[in-house]
């Protein structure tokens, strides 16, 4: 690989700004790394769509970041990195990593009783991508699965101290409650920030595994496997895309990450 | 205008399902007229959307109406109608009606103290154009609107009757509660669906107005102004279209629609 690959960004991509935690995460674990994200806010949300529209959002998205020139590709979303994946890896000629298997690693670590937990939207929960991928790990692990598709609206609305945030905890995790699960995947990038609360619900016994960490350390692996670490030394810079709504995503960049974010661009991602 | 003109379909769009209500409308109002229906199921919801994210979506949608030769468009999407309607109607040489003109009629008809409450999406209750409309009707009436975004996704969980629905309903119209405000629009297509819960927390003597019998009765106005209204006695069909998930759409139209639906078709509206 050439000195200038190896220089190029990191594209990242989700389906609202939910990826940014991973963004984050890629921050502190790989500082020289540049990132270009896409954030698809005109289409979010993704996690109650079909396969197939998600593959269709998820290519164009990957051709928009090709015109960035990145040199890798991490699919911060988990309903498109479970949906979509593995479709698009194969049409092209860069590395690309999901938050799924780095997740399913974490929590095979995590668990002693062998039963690990998945919440996430309908479409990954349903896709069964988890339990594939954890019985690939360790055949004797058995996943519980659990779609809880109010958990982002709620904390897109501020509710997370609400009360009716435990109840709406108790209406999707009351059967996890009473099971033998000690591992718990947020297999959603909005779920981080209901931790205190799930920690709260399901006990502090329960690992809550964030794929977030694990993602940023699987994209350092890949990089150094594929000669493409960037060994300048400098400030990283963040480049932000999104379909809709720049302004507001410009204010939650700037609450998340740990650099100014001056401006973030629109892009019609149709025309991918 | 010709005989074939008044002949053919009534284009109606939402974001997604809720305008079925609309069309079961006009149905029961209409019922020679045909319909072809498009609802954006790739890229719902559209209230938490941009004002030029919807109105372009708007306009590929409008697009693709024409191509099936409609003589008339009805919105039936509050958002769409809120912020995508001016725009777009003197673009084309179609007649074009949404839901917010003849709910805001409705409402300024039910009020006896001349204070009308709206509910709907973040984008339909920050355009103010409830309050602009209702103004222009009598400019003695006074409008308080309230976004409730958790609405929606509730309604999708069948969460009706759950206990944490009634919770959310204070969450959001407590305020009105304490208010003199005697007649509220139910500005999303959804919301009908909680008719009965929105009652009995608010009291029998406020009148929820519904748009879509007003709707069906506006387009029938327009129609007959325009000497467009369907004259032949036949069957009336409806002709279903959708962005994803069509068999999802077809098991909903199927209970709410007086016909049977065989079949949902696919577009991808953004060739459009």
């Given at each position: 690989m050439t000195e200038t690959k190896a220089n190029a960004p990191v594209g990242v991509f989700d389906s609202g700004l939910g990826g940014l935690t991973v963004v984050r995460e890629i921050m502190r674990q790989l500082p020289e790394e540049d990132i270009v994200y896409f954030g698809d806010t005109a289409r979010v949300p993704y996690g109650s769509k079909s396969k197939d529209t998600i593959i269709y959002f998820s290519r164009q998205i990957v051709h928009f970041l090709r015109t960035k020139d990145v040199k890798a590709i991490v699919v911060a979303c988990n309903t498109a990195s479970a949906l979509a994946l593995e479709e698009i890896?194969?049409?092209?000629?860069l590395p690309m990593i999901g938050v799924v298997k780095p997740g399913a690693l974490a929590a095979a670590k995590a668990t002693q009783t062998g039963k690990v937990g998945v919440i996430g939207t309908q479409a990954t929960v349903s896709s069964g991508i988890y339990a594939k991928v954890l019985s690939e790990i360790d055949p004797k692990i058995t996943v519980t699965g659990k779609a809880c598709p109010l958990f982002v609206p709620m904390v897109e609305e501020q509710m997370m101290d609400h009360p009716v945030m435990m109840e709406m905890i108790d209406y999707y995790l009351s059967s996890l409650r009473q099971s033998e699960v000690d591992a718990l995947v947020?297999?959603?990038?909005?779920?981080p920030l209901l931790r205190k609360q799930i920690h709260q619900y399901l006990g502090e016994s329960i690992t809550l595994v964030n794929p977030a960490y694990e993602t940023a350390m699987g994209l350092k692996e890949l990089l150094e496997e594929q000669g493409l670490r960037n060994t300048q030394k400098k400030q990283a810079a963040a480049d932000l895309y999104v379909s809709d709504l720049p302004d507001r995503f410009k204010e939650f960049a700037n609450s998340i990450l740990p650099l100014d974010i001056d401006r973030v661009k629109m892009v019609n991602v149709e025309q991918y």
């Open positions: 890896k194969d049409e092209i000629d947020l297999g959603c990038t909005h779920y």
